[in-house]
């Protein structure tokens, strides 16, 4: 089973900073299937990027992810109050298609 | 645009079985790999498996020997049973549509669409 830590645990910044979440896997992934998904409290998780760097429909270009072999980043450009979340990554490669422990981004 | 509608019972009694549907309005039912997730209250995120329209399924090694998946394609619904549940299955249950992306000789499916999700208690 592959093992996704993310980390930081809690993210606090300002509306207009950057953050940026990291996903390690504890085996090599392949760019074309590692995911993340963006929850807000009470809701069901909306993907944000799949296959590393492509933005789902809908997703605006603050969002960006990048990254290879077992190192994966989501950054998230201009902070809006809106991104308050906790963020998952997923891998899909191989079953069980594990997820990360999440990522909470708290606005000031 | 697709919507995926879900409904279960949402208490049961340890030992009991949940059983929950999943139905898709709009779009194609076929392609998909058609799959369920469970969040443990403020917990992260569990896949539970995943079932094609012709039911070929797969399922976590952690829930396997309970689990089973169902598909009907008539009705454009899946469905997932989990059996002898406890406490530690009190959850918030999603269903979600595995959508492919295919590489080289094979289709690897990420989550794109998400139902609402069904909260189930186990309690006595």
């Known amino acids: 089973e592959i093992v996704l830590t993310q980390s930081p645990g809690t993210l606090s910044l300002s509306p207009g900073e950057r953050a940026t979440l990291s996903c390690r896997a504890s085996q090599r992934v392949s760019t074309d299937t590692l995911a993340w998904y963006q929850q807000k409290s009470g809701q069901a998780p909306r993907l944000l990027v799949y296959a590393t760097s492509r933005r789902a429909a809908g997703i605006p270009d603050r969002f960006s992810g990048s990254g290879s072999g077992t190192d994966f980043t989501l950054t998230v450009n201009r902070l809006e109050p809106d991104d308050s979340a906790v963020y998952f990554c997923?891998?899909?490669?191989?079953?069980?298609?594990?997820f990360g422990q999440g990522t909470k981004v708290e606005i000031k | 645009q697709v919507q995926l509608q879900q409904w279960g019972a949402g208490l049961l009694k340890p030992s009991q079985s949940l059983s929950l549907t999943c139905a898709v309005a709009g779009g194609s039912f076929s392609g998909y790999q058609w799959t369920w997730v469970r969040q443990a209250p403020g917990q992260g995120l569990e896949w539970i498996g995943e079932?094609?329209?012709?039911?070929?399924?797969d399922y976590s090694p952690s829930l396997k020997s309970r689990v089973a998946m169902s598909v009907d394609t008539s009705k454009r619904q899946f469905s997932l049973s989990l059996t002898s549940v406890t406490a530690a299955d009190t959850a918030t249950y999603f269903c979600?549509?595995?959508?492919?992306?295919?590489?080289?000789?094979?289709?690897?499916?990420?989550?794109?669409?998400w139902g609402r999700g069904t909260s189930v208690t186990v309690s006595s």
């Open positions: 079932i094609n329209e012709r039911g070929d399924t």
């Open positions: 979600a549509r595995g959508q492919g992306l295919q590489l080289w000789r094979f289709t690897h499916y990420y989550l794109d669409v």
């Open positions: 997923q891998q899909y490669v191989s079953s069980p298609k594990t």
